[in-house]
C-alpha cells in the first residue's frame, strides 16, 4: 500500500492549505479516494496517520473529522456559535425602569431598588416581576442603555412665614417638640417665639461657625428641593401655589412612597465608627418601625389611617401624580415671562 510506504519514508511531506476550509476539503477528498467505510481496521489506522501527518492535525482532531465523515458523509468545520446567556431582562423592562426614572427624578440605585421591590411585593404590580430582585450593578447597567414636608413664602419675614409654618407643623402626623432654624430674623422673632411656645415646641437656632448645626436641611434642599424645583427665580407671587402643590402632591409623595437611607453605625475591624447604608425606606415606613409608635401621633390619626393613606396610590402612581400637578405649577410661571417677553 503507497499510504504503508510513505508513512515509513523519511519524507517531511505536508500539504500546504491557505486555510482550515482548503485543509478540510483535502482530508474529505482523500477519505473518499481511499473508501474509508470499507478498509479494515489496520488501514483505516494507516490513514488517520496519513492524514494527521499531511494537515498537521492532532490525533484526537483527525479522529473527530472522520468521526464526522462517517456520521454526515463530509467533513466541514462547524458553524461559530457565540455563546450567549439567557436575556433576562426584556426591552420592557427597560421601558418599566425608564418611566419610574422619570416619575421619580432617577433617585439613587439602592433607592430605585426598594421602589422596585415595593412594586412587586407591595402593591402587586405583576409588570415588575422581573425587576423586583434586580442588583443595583444591574440597574445601573440596564440605565447606560432617576419624611420631609416642605413650604414656599413669598418673602422672608415673619408676616409670610407664620402662616406657612402653621401649614407645614400641621402636616406632621404627629406633635412637634423641637424646631431647628437658621439665625435669621425671619425665625428669630417674637412672633415665631410665640407660636412656637403656645404648641409647646422648643426653639433651637444654628450657632455661628457651625455649619454642620444646619448639614440635614441644606442636604435635603439640595437633594430634593432643588432637584425638583429648579435653582432659577420663581416671582413671590406664586408662593401661595407652591405650598398648595407641596401640601397636596409634593409632601404626601415624599412621605409615603419616596424611599430614602437609613444610617446604620458600625464599628471597623480598627474601632472606626462609621456610617452604613443597608436598608432603604419611606419616612413613613421609617417612622412606623419605632416602638409604641402609636403614642406619639396626633390623637386625630392611627396607624391604620396613615397605613390606608400610603396604600392609595403605588409609589409610580404617586410620583406620576406629583409631576403632573408640577408641570401645571410649572406652565403658570412660564405663562407671565412669555407675555413680558
Known sequence: ??????????????????????????????????????????DKGLVRMYVAKMTGLGRAQVTRLIRQYRQAGEVRAPAYRRHRFATRYLSEDIALLSEVDEAHDTLSGPATQALLRRAYYEFHDTRFVNLADISVAHL?????????????????????????????LEQFPFPIRGFHSDCGSEFINHTVARLLNKLLIEQTKSRPRHSNDNGLAEAKNGAVVRKHMGHWHIAAGHAEAITRFYGEFFNPYLNFHRPCAVAEMVE?????????????????????????????????????????????????????????AKRRLFARFEAPRKRTA
Not at 15 to 25: K, L, N, P, W
Not at 141 to 148: D, E, G, K, T, V
Request: glycine share 8%; charged share 30%.
Open 1 to 42: 500500500m503507497q499510504i504503508r510506504a510513505f508513512l515509513e519514508g523519511s519524507q517531511e511531506l505536508q500539504f500546504e492549505a491557505r486555510d482550515r476550509a482548503e485543509r478540510y476539503r483535502w482530508m474529505e477528498r482523500t477519505l473518499v479516494e481511499q473508501e474509508y467505510a470499507r478498509l479494515g481496521r489496520r
Open 268 to 324: 471597623g475591624p480598627k474601632g472606626k465608627r462609621e456610617r452604613v447604608y443597608r436598608w432603604y425606606a419611606t419616612p413613613w415606613q421609617i417612622l412606623r418601625q419605632l416602638p409604641g409608635v402609636a403614642g406619639y401621633l396626633r390623637p386625630s390619626l392611627t396607624i391604620e389611617t396613615l397605613d390606608g393613606r400610603a396604600a392609595e396610590q403605588t409609589d409610580i402612581e404617586a410620583a406620576q401624580g406629583m409631576q403632573q
Open 140 to 168: 445601573y447597567r440596564l440605565r447606560a442603555r432617576r419624611s420631609y414636608v416642605v413650604g414656599a413664602t413669598a418673602q422672608i419675614s415673619e408676616a409670610f412665614l407664620i402662616p406657612v409654618l402653621e401649614a407645614m
